[in-house]
């Protein structure tokens, strides 16, 4: 009998493990997957999230893999642009953009360490149930073909956006956005970009350097692209970046050369699932997804595995009734994500709303609101009060806007 198995061991999973299994509880954690192993996914880790990897002790295992850091950042739509960087955030001062493949395994290595038990290439088929209608364990077959039955007192779904877990426990969707866009993407030599985030009628880049001295450049468009995209994508993709950036286009055309094949991803809805319930959780993708536009899927999955490990610590201990402490995980991951989540789907559609354009255009004249942005970016600094109106007025009294300019209010929605 485990105290707990978590279903999926990539950026949510794995850390839940490593943080109960350090605190001596019997943790079992299966994924479908083999690692190292790649994932489609954004790479980005914001300060806040290198901030749980170097309170875990393992930001320097992450720096030791030869990823370079990033200490310059470029937003801009159409002609408006901004550059900088964030303060420092919990004493992290730079951000990293690693390879999947080589921070999935270490994130399950870190596990193992802690004396996590691991199965890979093993499939969750179903989750048992006891009689009193609490989740109790899962049905999985192992990389042998065998079907086995595991037992535990909690069960955590970290699969991903197409989570078993939360089919199986009939967890609800509660809020959802239709998902905008698409994404191709690859890897190439010959660069030397810093980080760029770059938007003009609609479409859209963001480039960042990764492992071996490649750099990973993501090309997006609206969803009604796509088939014409996919029909030629290598000129496709040249064309978004002539598009956007025209001297970045000629860079990439004269010295950039594609070292890996083209990767594709037509976005999930962005949505909140019901992440809690008698007996399990979900966490990471599984049960609070966006748009890969603002790149905080591993940075959120970082900082919401942590919460739920601490929450299901005062479970497990009894310190609260468990489905109680789950259930203010749940809770605090809504209210807290929920200024990201509506920012995020602000811009996903690819066209910059009113008030952005109001705030990049000020931002450009203000180096100290421009650090609020980037910090904010980085997730030291609450989008909610970014945006308020008593923070804008500053920032447009600061660099002069005219009254007729301001635009003061945003939209807020609750998830």
């Known amino acids: 009998m485990y105290d707990v ?23 079992l954690v299966v994924d479908r997957a083999q690692f190292p192993s790649d994932t489609v996914s954004t790479h980005l880790i914001h300060q806040a999230g290198l901030a749980r990897l170097k309170d875990w002790g393992l930001l320097d295992r992450l720096r030791a893999t030869g990823v370079p850091p990033l200490r310059h950042m470029y ?9 900088g960087f964030a303060d420092p955030i919990e004493g992290i001062t730079e951000v990293y953009c690693p390879r999947r493949t080589v921070l999935d395994a270490l994130l399950v290595d870190a596990a193992r360490q802690a004396g996590a038990e691991v199965i890979e290439r093993c499939a969750v088929e179903d989750v048992l149930f006891t009689a009193d209608g609490r989740a109790g364990g899962i049905r999985a077959r192992t990389a042998d073909g065998v079907e086995r039955e ?32 698409f994404v191709y993407y690859s890897y190439f030599s010959g660069l030397d970009w810093d980080y760029q985030n770059r938007t003009r009628d609609e479409q859209q880049f963001a ?36 598009h956007v950036r025209p001297d970045l286009g000629a ?6 050369r594609r070292e890996e094949s083209f990767r594709a991803l037509q976005y999930a809805d962005n949505f909140y699932r019901q992440s809690h319930g008698p007996g399990w959780a979900l966490v ?7 748009d890969p536009l603002t790149a905080r899927g591993i940075t959120d999955a970082f900082v919401y595995a942590e919460l739920l490990a601490e929450q299901l610590h005062r479970g497990l201990s009894g310190a609260a009734p468990i489905d109680d402490a789950v259930a203010d995980y749940a809770r605090h991951r809504d209210r807290d994500s929920a200024g990201v989540f509506t920012m995020t789907v602000a ?33 030291g600094y609450p989008s909610e009060e970014f945006f308020d109106p008593r923070n804008l007025a500053e920032l447009y009294e600061e660099v002069g806007t005219p009254l007729a300019d301001r635009l003061l209010s945003v939209p807020t929605e609750s998830p």
Do not use: W
């Not at 990471?284 to 966006?290: C, L, Q, S």
């Open 251 to 256: 860079d990439l055309r004269s010295h950039g």
């Open 150 to 181: 595991f037992q535990a007192r909690f069960v955590v779904g970290a699969d991903g956006v197409n989570s078993t877990v939360a089919g199986k426990v009939s967890a609800t969707v509660y809020r959802t956005v239709p998902a905008a866009g």
């Open 5 to 27: 198995i978590v279903v999926g061991a990539r950026c949510a999973g794995s850390p839940v493990a490593m943080l109960l299994a350090r605190r001596g509880y019997r943790v």
């Open 284 to 290: 990471g993708d599984a049960g609070y997804h966006k």
């Open 75 to 83: 937003f801009s739509n159409g002609d408006l642009e901004v550059g």
């Open 207 to 242: 480039t960042c350097r990764t492992h071996d001295g490649l750099t990973m450049i993501v090309a997006m468009r609206k969803k009604d692209a796509y088939r014409q995209f996919r029909a030629d994508a290598e000129g496709s993709f040249q064309a978004v970046i002539d």
């Open 347 to 379: 811009l996903s559609a690819l066209t910059l709303p009113p008030l952005f354009t109001a705030v990049l255009g000020a931002l450009r004249h203000s180096p100290r609101f421009q650090r609020r942005f980037f910090t904010m970016a980085g997730g």
